[in-house]
Structure formats: structure tokens, C-alpha cells
Nanobody
Framework: QVQLVESGGGLVQAGGSSRLSCTNSGRTFSSYAVGWFRQAPGKERESVAAISWSRGSKYYADSVKGRFTISRNNAKNTVYLQMNSLKPEDTAVYYC?????????????????WGQGTQVTVSS
């Protein structure tokens, strides 16, 4: 069983930084790709970043390239999303999700397990 719990987020000023954590309280992440997604009010959920656990390959949406970094800590069964140079348009509920497939990292439909989400609000 994969049970994902997000933490971090909150209110951040534009230009600031924040780090989100995604911890699996169930089985280890070792066979799963893990991604971060976000959904702003009135908008569809979109992919942000993802990491293929076995090969270490990464995906980033164009809108966050150079500002966000996804990483993992195998020993802690946790995936992180470091967010720098935050903009008001980054405001959204951020979700982490796990996929048993190692390709198509940015494709929401490939993700089976989802966390409850954590709010990130960037003030201007």
C-alpha cells in the first residue's frame, strides 16, 4: 500500500523559497516514480516535476525549470520539491503522486496514488 502525505507550503512572499515534502507512510518508494502536481482555483491539475526512482531521471514543466528542484532521500522514503524564486502564479494546491511506470513522468494519467495536497500561496 502506498500512502502519501505532503507537508510544507503555506504563505510565501514573491521571490521567496519553500520546500515541500512527500513521505510514503506505506510501502517503500523504491519501485515508484514520484511526481508533484498542482491545481490552482478554476484551473486543471498540471504537472510540475517528477522523478523516476530507479533511474534518477527527472521531468520539469517549462514554467518551473530553473526555479524548482525535485530530489529524493531513499533512507527517509521521502521526495522533496524545492521551490525558489516563487511567483504569485505558483499559488495552488500541490499534490504528490506515485506511479508504477518509469516513463511519461509528466503524464498525470500514469499516477495511481495521490496525497491529499498542501496549499502554497505566494503573495505579491
Amino acid at each position: 500500500q502506498v500512502q502519501l502525505v505532503e507537508s510544507g507550503g503555506g504563505l510565501v512572499q514573491a521571490g521567496g523559497s519553500s520546500r515541500l515534502s512527500c513521505t510514503n507512510s506505506g510501502r517503500t518508494f523504491s519501485s515508484y516514480a514520484v511526481g508533484w502536481f498542482r491545481q490552482a482555483p478554476g484551473k486543471e491539475r498540471e504537472s510540475v516535476a517528477a522523478i523516476s526512482w530507479s533511474r534518477g531521471s527527472k521531468y520539469y514543466a517549462d514554467s518551473v525549470k530553473g526555479r524548482f528542484t525535485i530530489s529524493r532521500n531513499n533512507a527517509k522514503n521521502t521526495v522533496y520539491l524545492q521551490m525558489n524564486s516563487l511567483k504569485p502564479e505558483d499559488t495552488a494546491v500541490y499534490y504528490c503522486a506515485a506511479s508504477g511506470q518509469q516513463s511519461g513522468l509528466g503524464d498525470l494519467s500514469r499516477y495511481t496514488y495521490w496525497g491529499q495536497g498542501t496549499q502554497v500561496t505566494v503573495s505579491s
